[in-house]
């Protein structure tokens, strides 16, 4: 996990190349365990808990997470899709550790925009980009709740 976690992390710097957003990022621990239902990560703290199965879907490790060639069908910019291969058969780890790490952030979940980062679910086989509109409020801000809601994992039909 170490490889994708630090990738996200580099990912968010890129785009916020803050201090402070350093620190609050610098300063996650992540776990494996199980969660319920199709839950696949939370945050509480400053600590990630990852699904051990990806709520049974499986995760996609991917082994070049510095690129997005697994992930290359595009919807938007930031909304991609694997089309034939591993990666489009399994949860993106990459992407869900964004999306807590966006919760560190202090920034909540977005309308239930499955095209989105901060959407609460996230379709098997697809990866998630942070865009131009994350900017935290206040990135130094600790008084977000203890405990973020969980990922979803959305079927789609």
């Given at each position: 996990m170490?490889p ?9 710097l890129k785009r916020?190349?803050?201090e402070p957003?350093?620190a609050?990022?610098?300063g ?5 365990g ?14 990630i ?8 879907f ?16 595009h919807?938007?910019?930031?909304s991609l899709?694997?089309?034939?291969n591993?990666?489009?058969?399994r949860?993106?780890?990459l992407?869900t550790?964004?999306?807590?790490l ?10 239930n ?5 901060m959407s609460?679910?996230l379709?098997?086989g697809a990866?998630r ?5 994350f ?5 130094s ?13 959305a079927?789609w039909?």
């Open positions: 170490v994708i976690a630090t990738e996200a992390i580099q990912r968010w916020l190349p803050y957003i350093r609050a990022l610098t996650v621990n992540f776990v494996v199980g969660l319920p239902g199709n839950a696949l990560a939370t945050i509480s703290g400053s600590t808990t990852v699904d051990a199965n990806a709520a049974g499986g995760w996609y490790v991917d082994t070049t997470p510095q690129d997005d060639i697994e992930v290359q069908h919807v938007l910019p930031t899709y694997a089309q034939s591993a990666a489009a058969a949860m993106d780890l992407t550790i964004m999306h807590e966006s919760h560190r952030l202090g920034i909540g979940h977005f309308d925009n499955s095209e989105e980062l609460e679910s379709p098997v990866r980009l942070p865009n131009e509109i900017a935290p409020h206040d990135a801000h600790h008084g977000h709740p203890q405990r973020r809601s969980f990922y979803q994992v079927r039909r």
